[in-house]
């Protein structure tokens, strides 16, 4: 019997390990539609076969055919590795490069049953946000790594491992893309069809980078959304209510924003196994499956000013209708369910049960399509009523106002051109985050340890508190904001899966944590520190209708930023990077890229740090300056200010009375 290392080492077996028994007690992927002709399931069983040897292709070719038949995929579920899999401290990992040790630890925090949202079809969120297509790319990946040295990347397309190539120190270990498809194939169904061939994946953000660290990735920027959708309205969050939908790998973080941010929250999810597994985690603290007993315990929360999560058993639309019959009054209103991903698995129409939606989409799929788009335009005239009522609604970045509109639902503005709501990227995060600089710095503490975790928290309060000692007003809350929330980290229980920590900082900010962290690593304070962020940052992503919706000079649709980025980050030290198409709103919607880097106290990963963190903030201010944002020419010229080589071409404003001559 092989042990954990062993057992990596030998990536594929030459012996066929038994099959596997379907693990009912998970939660799966939905089936995926059936798109493929009889000829082009011939090619994706070729396309799976290809990973083993001849000798095994009459033992796996039924059974990768009943899998393609059955789950409209080929997992290779045979293949699942037998040890547990979750982020073990980095010296428990074979290998000869410690970067790549790292990002082997990363991978498996990925597919951590706790944290992943279908493990055994490697889905760590949003329903289709795939780490690799299936378990022999996984195999191959993790062997590549254990194998490689220092001067060596592994270059990855879309899960599959293309090889180990010659390299040197300071290139990226693993240079990764997903979904990179010639711009006319890049449609919803396209994904469907190239997916089941086997030739592509949908990364998501974070997922296909290794970078996902559980709901507390997302949940530091959900309770900045919140406190200042309260700010927006002017009211204080106690007493106020929230209400919103979803309780899946992003979506789950919003009940425990709610309770950071102190209001009453109302999160409808229509599949119990992720209620419950929210609720096992304590990130909502209540639930409910009866709508009456919703309405009165929402009213008993909101007179009494109370800070409580109340996770819904059912679907959304209903809570938007009942509060709406009962007149319970909405503050603030979203939706984050998976809109990118409408037709699989994204979002389930009213009227249906959970079970009864999955059958419908996997075999009347247009019909399912219909059923969606009728709940969308039912759930859109609710929320007018209440936003005539006086509730701030928002897009939370998941399509869902872009899904509406398609549908025909009564979701534009009186130009017929714009939407009625806003993204919250548009009023809350792009002016007074993103272009400022300010996005979703996290690291990952290699050794696994809480107590490195919560050493770092105590670094990064203390240098977040010395610069906003000197920092200018224009960025006071933003800092003050960060400071409660890092102190509050440990009390809040936000760690799921691996011992990591999120915040939002400037690239000020990020460099001196980083040089802090190298520092301590250096003198044996702590061990490794991963360093990342989310791709939903301030120069990681193009995207329309999310990252890129305050960009007003026409640009929103290009996405030079992005691929500039991730470009940058390569040559500036990242320790791997990443390029993806359709994270967050959706296949074809946006390109998005992200990095990890490892700190290991060396003075090489300081000059890293130093340069590539410079570069991967104030590439994406630079950009947000030249469309003419206030906000972003204020931080690109304090950034000029600080460092002397940085020259960035600013905008000259044009007087609007010229133009309406």
């Known amino acids: ?33 059936d798109i493929l002709s009889a000829e082009e399931k011939k090619l994706a069983l070729q396309n799976a076969l290809r990973y083993f040897e001849p000798q095994h292709h009459d033992t796996l070719l039924p059974e990768f055919k009943e899998e393609l038949n059955t789950y409209g995929r080929i997992y290779m579920y045979r293949f699942l590795p037998d040890y547990k899999i979750y982020a073990r401290p980095i010296e428990e990992y074979p290998g000869k490069s410690e970067q790549a040790k790292a ?61 180990l190539f010659p390299s040197h120190k300071d290139a990226p270990r693993v240079v990764v893309t ?43 920027g959900t309770t900045i959304t919140v406190l200042n959708g309260f700010r927006k309205i002017k009211k204080e969050p106690k007493g106020g209510l929230f209400v919103t939908s979803g309780l899946g790998g992003m979506s789950g973080a919003q009940p425990k924003a709610g309770d950071i941010a102190g209001c009453v929250t109302v999160c409808a999810e229509i599949n119990p196994k ?19 007993q919703l309405a009165q315990r929402v009213r ?36 984050q369910t998976s809109l990118h991903n409408p037709w699989a698995g994204g979002y389930y129409p009213v009227g249906l049960t959970y079970e009864e939606s999955n059958e419908l989409m996997a075999n009347q799929p247009e ?82 340890k809480a107590e490195d975790l919560a050493k770092t928290d105590k670094i990064a309060t203390q240098v977040l508190e010395e610069l906003k000692q000197k920092a200018p007003k224009e960025i006071q809350q933003q800092m003050q904001d960060n400071i409660t929330w890092i102190k509050g980290a440990q009390e809040n229980k936000l760690v799921v899966g691996s011992q990591a920590r999120i915040l939002y900082a400037d690239a000020e900010g990020r460099m001196k944590i980083a040089e802090a962290f190298n520092n301590a ?36 649709f290009t996405a030079d930023m992005a691929i500039q980025n991730v470009i940058g980050d390569s040559f500036r030290g990242a320790t791997w990077v990443s390029i993806h198409n359709g994270g967050g709103v959706g296949w074809g919607e946006v390109m998005n890229g992200g990095f990890g880097m490892v700190l290991d106290g060396s003075r090489e990963a300081d000059r890293r740090l130093k340069s590539m963190l410079f570069w991967d903030v104030n590439n994406g201010i630079s950009r947000r300056s030249w469309a003419r944002n ?27 009375a010229l133009l309406d001559d």
């Open 103 to 163: 990002i082997m630890l990363m991978i498996q925090n990925n597919l951590d049953h706790a944290v992943a949202q279908h493990p055994h079809e490697l889905i760590t969120y949003g329903g289709n946000g795939a780490v690799f297509q299936n378990w022999a790319q996984y195999t191959l990946v993790m062997k590549y790594l254990a194998e490689m040295t220092d001067e060596q990347t592994l270059v990855v397309y879309s899960g599959h491992p293309m090889g």
């Open 300 to 335: 008993e929360a909101k007179k009494n000013k109370e800070t409580v999560s109340i996770g819904y058993d059912g679907n959304i639309v209903e809570v938007w209708e009942k509060f709406d019959e009962e007149n319970i009054h909405i503050d603030l209103g979203s939706d």
């Open 178 to 220: 997903n979904g990179m498809m010639i711009p006319n194939y890049s449609q919803p169904d396209d994904w469907e069809k190239f997916n089941a061939l086997g030739v592509t994946q949908y990364g998501q953000m974070t997922a296909g980078s290794y970078m996902y660290i559980g709901p507390q990735g997302i949940v530091h």
């Open 630 to 656: 206030d906000e972003a020419i204020f931080a690109i010229k304090r950034a000029m200010e600080i460092e002397p080589n940085l020259k960035v071409t600013l905008p000259h404003k044009v007087d609007s």
């Open 367 to 448: 019909k399912f399509k219909a059923a969606v788009q009728k709940s969308l335009i039912r759930q859109v005239e609710a929320i007018n009523k209440h936003t005539a009522k006086g509730t701030y609604f928002f897009d939370y970045g998941n399509a869902f106002l872009l899904e509406s509109s398609r549908a025909g639902a009564d979701i534009f503005a009186e130009n017929r051109k714009d939407f009625k709501y806003p993204s919250y990227v548009q009023d809350i995060m792009g002016p007074m985050c993103f272009d400022y600089g300010f996005g979703p710095f996290r690291w990952v503490c290699a050794s696994g």
């Open 521 to 556: 690593i250096d003198k044996g304070e702590i061990g490794y520190v991963v360093l990342g962020r989310d791709h939903h940052d301030v120069s990681g992503t193009d995207s329309p209708y999310r990252e890129t919706s305050n960009i007003y000079d026409g640009s929103q």
């Open 1 to 33: 019997m092989l042990d954990f290392k062993q057992t990596i080492l030998q990536g594929i077996p030459n012996e066929l390990p038994q099959k596997k028994e379907y693990d009912t007690s998970i939660n799966h992927a939905p089936k995926r539609k």
């Open 274 to 292: 992720a209620t419950q597994t929210r609720h096992s985690q304590g990130w909502v603290k209540e639930v409910i499956s009866d709508l009456d």
